[in-house]
């Protein structure tokens, strides 16, 4: 697929069973720029499911290495024993526990190249870093 896929677009349930993401001979082929998964989650206040979106914001138009790496929560469901729980202070609490996370794993793990990422040259990129390592309080 060198010099001849620029843009592909994965969607679907159980993606990490694919062979090309489960494979890690492939990994160094592959190149995301956003991930959006489901956890479930328990904070002190609440307990439910999310939508996580992992994201390098315009890399996959501009290869930029410098955009900086952001987080976000775009779904949040409470479950029903927790309906009196403010949403919005809850999304504030994940969002604080995934942050604390963040900047270290991204120090770790960042790809720093001399030259903007091509399609042909990605042999300098890190190993992929594994979700538990990530977001351990996240199922």
Excluded: W
């Amino acid at each position: 697929m060198e010099d001849t896929v620029t843009d592909f677009t994965v969607r679907g349930d159980a993606l990490q069973n694919i062979f090309f993401i489960k494979g890690r001979d492939y990994h160094r082929f592959i190149l995301f720029h956003f991930i959006e998964a489901k956890f479930k989650f328990a904070t002190s206040t609440a307990q439910g499911a999310c939508s996580i979106a992992f994201e390098f914001p315009g890399f996959g138009s501009k290869k930029d290495t410098n955009i900086e790496f952001e987080v976000n929560i775009s779904s949040l469901a409470l479950d029903a024993s927790c309906s009196e729980a403010n949403k919005t202070a809850v999304k504030a609490e994940l969002l604080r526990q995934i942050n604390g996370y963040k900047l270290p794993q991204f120090e770790k793990h960042k790809f720093r190249p001399a030259e903007p990422v091509t399609a042909v040259d990605r042999s300098g990129l890190p190993a992929p870093v594994p979700a538990a390592d990530f977001l351990p309080g996240l199922a």
